[in-house]
């Protein structure tokens, strides 16, 4: 069974803080790695990470896959209070029934 | 806990058949199920918001009597794509929302629709 673990569960930081989420993955047929900012209904689309050791950046967050390990960080720098969120990582995987495997996602919440 | 169960995870169809997608809560009671479709480099885009005993709620610019939402009891929703053209071939997935757990979200595994 596909299974994607995200730490921590939550995380209460102050504004201006740095944060790093975790996401570790078990599945079979592995392609890429996606996180997602969710804060009401539609998630929204952050990373997509394919290949293991390249960081990806968008502003003040960055992402980077382990493929080794099995793993993915998400980090936030200079956190502000609209950073507050859900924040997801899943597995997409491929081999004849494409799948995506959400974690639980971690609830980040900046206080001022 | 807390597991949503899509199915099926793949269909292909002919252009005008109509196809059924079931969003399942197997263990908590999700009075709120989200439908969204998948595009390229993985946006999801919310189609509709699925409340128990009630109509859904559409986003502007999805078609109510193409994708037919109906949440008939608190653990099943289901999305029906009528008359599907290949333009519908898309990844969809749903989502349900734990009231007790305030807005978080549990994710069903997705439905890859190949329209031919």
């Known amino acids: 069974e596909d299974k994607v673990v995200q730490s921590p569960l939550s995380l209460v930081v102050h504004e201006g803080d740095t944060v790093t989420l975790n996401c570790s993955y078990e599945?079979?047929?592995?392609?890429?790695l996606l996180w997602y900012k969710q804060e009401k209904k539609a998630p929204t689309f952050l990373f997509m990470l394919?290949?293991?050791?390249i960081e990806k950046k968008s502003g003040r967050l960055s992402s980077i896959l382990d493929k080794k390990e099995l793993f993915s960080i998400l980090n936030i720098t200079a956190t502000q209070t609209g950073d507050s969120a859900i924040y997801l990582c899943?597995?997409?995987?491929?081999?004849?029934?494409?799948?995506?495997?959400f974690g639980k996602g971690t609830h980040l919440i900046i206080q001022p | 806990g807390a597991v949503v169960s899509q199915h099926p995870s793949r269909v292909i169809c002919k252009s005008g058949t109509s196809v059924k997608i079931e969003c399942r809560s197997l263990d908590f009671q999700a009075t709120t199920m989200f439908w969204y479709r998948q595009f390229p480099k993985k946006s999801l885009m919310l189609m509709a918001t699925?409340?128990?005993?009630?109509?859904?709620?559409?986003e502007q610019g999805v078609e109510k009597d193409k994708f037919l939402i109906n949440h008939a009891s608190l653990t099943l929703s289901t999305l029906t794509v009528t008359s599907a053209h290949p333009e519908d071939s898309s990844f969809y997935i749903c989502?349900?929302?734990?009231?007790?757990?305030?807005?978080?979200?549990?994710f069903g595994s997705g439905t890859q629709l190949s329209v031919l």
């Open positions: 989502s349900a929302r734990d009231g007790d757990r305030g807005w978080k979200l549990f």
């Open positions: 899943a597995s997409f995987t491929g081999g004849g029934a494409d799948g995506l495997t």
């Open positions: 394919t290949s293991s050791g």
């Open positions: 599945v079979t047929n592995f392609r890429s």
């Open positions: 699925s409340n128990e005993g009630s109509k859904a709620t559409y």
